[in-house]
């Protein structure tokens, strides 16, 4: 992963892109790249959806290799909901994706000349932006199935919808998981805004005729994410408590315990807490032909995710998470 693509959606006559070394960004993953990069190029007082922000993209240094639970995608801007340095992160199949193609970093930069829609397809062979208005509007499960018919299912596709293009200060950056839905989200801080102000709708990544990532010593490499995986799998947490009931594993605990953040922080415990717990969730899960255990990635070892499904057993959405449920 020697190389970041840039893409300047402020070029004449619409997006283009550049691939250039890493640089000065050379041995940075994830956040400390997204981060660093906002850092050093984004100006402190910019608007958050004008010309100078940028949306940088980046997964982990272990991403595209045979390393456990490596496919987490950090996503960074000058946020538009607190004006801060934002990192937020999601799981799915892009940052393994990205990696095997070779990027280190996707970064979305300069402000478009129109209200033209883009989509970005990235393959072995290079790079294709494609000016596509009738992406417009689109939510991000229609814009799947759009793009599955497009490109089938073997790709990753990070996205926004209707949030993103209105540059909504709480708009997230989706990414599709194993299945081709885009149930993971880049949710915090508003960066779906800044893509949304990029023109840019829609990142298609097909890693087809790419291998996997290699290390320098393979044989050291599987030992030690053996080792890695027998921590993980051997532990209580990760081992049984994830994988069985989500993050909502930690409602009747920490309702227990009266730290649950009920009525908007003002209480610590609530009293339905039980019929909103991972327990529940996963008992409710199975009854209706969804998966109380399930990985957002390959390589997912602690599978905390589910399926939630309809009264009918129609899919509905991903197993909703802790700090979602109590919130709501
Ligand atoms: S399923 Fe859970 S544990 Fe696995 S990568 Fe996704 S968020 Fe992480």
Request: hydrophobic share 35%.
């Amino acid at each position: 992963m020697l190389k970041i693509l840039r893409i300047d959606s402020g070029a004449a006559g619409g997006p283009k892109a550049t691939e250039v070394p890493t640089g000065e960004y050379t041995g940075l993953g994830g956040r400390a790249l997204t981060s660093s990069l906002v850092a050093k190029e984004v100006p402190p007082l910019c608007s958050p959806i004008g010309a100078e922000n940028k949306l940088v993209i980046a997964p982990g240094l272990l991403s595209g290799t045979t390393a456990a639970m490596s496919g987490r995608l950090s996503i960074g801007a000058k946020s538009p909901l607190t004006g801060g340095i934002k990192e937020a992160n999601a799981g799915g199949q892009a940052a393994q994706v990205m990696a095997r193609l070779g990027y280190a970093a996707i970064v979305l930069e300069g402000k478009p000349e129109n209200d033209d829609l883009y989509k970005v397809y990235v393959n072995k062979d290079g790079v294709k932006i494609i000016k596509d208005n009738s992406l417009k509007m689109l939510p991000n499960y229609d814009l799947a199935e759009k793009m599955k018919a497009e490109y089938g299912e073997g790709v990753a596709m990070i996205s926004i919808g209707p949030a993103g293009e209105m540059k909504l200060s709480a708009a997230t950056v989706a990414c599709t998981d194993m299945e081709f839905r885009p149930t993971r989200h880049a949710g915090r801080g508003g960066l779906g805004a800044v893509m949304g102000s990029k023109g840019i709708k829609v990142i298609i990544l097909d890693d087809s005729g790419m291998k996997m990532r290699t290390p320098k010593d393979p044989e050291k490499y599987k030992e030690a994410n053996k080792k890695f995986v027998e921590g993980l799998t051997k532990h209580p947490v990760t081992g049984q408590g994830l994988p069985a009931y989500g993050t909502n594993v930690l409602t009747n605990i920490i309702n227990e315990a009266g730290g649950y953040p009920t009525y908007n922080f003002k209480q610590g415990r609530f009293d339905g807490a039980n019929k909103i717990s991972g327990e529940t969730e996963a008992e409710t899960e199975t009854a209706r032909g969804g998966l109380a255990t399930h990985g957002c990635h390959r390589g997912c070892v602690i599978r905390c995710s589910g399926t939630y499904n309809d009264k009918d057993g129609h899919f509905l959405t991903k197993q909703p998470e802790y700090e979602t449920v109590w919130a709501h």
